[in-house]
């Protein structure tokens, strides 16, 4: 069993939808990453959160400590928002990451 | 752009060649992290460095994999007798601690090995 699990694997969304991604792992944290990663390879940082949530824009992320859980959130879904959403841990001392396999989103016009 | 770079973008080479690959950092980061990607599945860690430092080496390096540090700054990982296995992304991150700032990453290297 894969110490993160990120479900689902990939969704499709007509613009203007609501998107929820969901994040589990099972290990001791000292964070949780949400990250970005478009065609080409570069990964781009959306939130990194301990506890409680986070808002960005159109992006809001949530973490439940006590259920080793969290969901990304996309409110009004846009075809840019197209890429694959990531979720991370950070480990205690190192920070080292530890990685999910990714959400595949399409959002079509 | 992030800050961080990695050269260079892409490199193909012939089964058993050497290969380095350079990380620049944003350059008040002291912790740098290296990465694979192969795929359809998420980054996988390899290795880090706070300083110059390498504190921590994953049970996928093998000991074909190396990597350094030397002034603090840039880095480099090399892999010597590359196999078709190791085709995969290589990503550079950075991060300032201990304020514990999210990870910087670098835009990667795409390695295929022939």
């Known amino acids: 069993k894969n110490e993160v699990e990120q479900s689902p694997q990939n969704l499709t969304a007509q613009e203007g939808e609501f998107i929820t991604i969901n994040c589990s792992y099972s290990?001791?944290?000292?964070?949780l990453h949400w990250l970005q990663q478009h065609p080409g390879g570069g990964i781009v940082s959306l939130f990194m959160?301990?506890?409680g949530k986070k808002k960005h824009g159109r992006l809001i992320a949530t973490i439940n400590i006590q259920e080793k859980h969290s969901s990304l959130h996309i409110t009004a879904s846009h075809p840019r928002d197209s890429a694959v959403y990531i979720c991370?841990?950070?480990?205690?001392?190192?920070?080292?990451?530890?990685f999910g396999t990714g959400t595949r989103l399409q959002v079509f016009p | 752009d992030t800050g961080v770079s990695q050269d260079p973008r892409h490199k193909i080479t012939k089964r058993g060649q050497n290969v380095t690959f350079r990380c620049d950092p944003i350059?008040?980061?002291?912790?740098l992290y290296w990465y694979r990607q192969t795929l359809g599945q998420g980054p996988e860690f390899l290795t880090y460095?706070?300083?110059?430092?390498?504190?921590?080496k994953s049970r996928l390096l093998s000991d074909r994999f190396s990597a350094e540090r030397p002034k603090g700054s840039f880095s480099t990982l090399e892999i010597q007798r590359t196999e078709q296995g190791d085709s995969a992304m290589y990503l550079c991150?950075?991060?300032?601690?201990?304020?514990?700032?999210?990870?910087?990453f670098g835009p990667g290297t795409r390695l295929l090995v022939l």
């Open positions: 350059s008040e980061h002291n912790r």
């Open positions: 991370a841990v950070g480990s205690y001392n190192t920070d080292k990451l530890i």
């Open positions: 959160l301990s506890s």
């Open positions: 460095f706070q300083n110059e430092a390498q504190l921590e």
């Open positions: 290990v001791g944290i000292s964070a």
């Open positions: 991150a950075s991060s300032l601690v201990p304020l514990q700032e999210t990870q910087y």
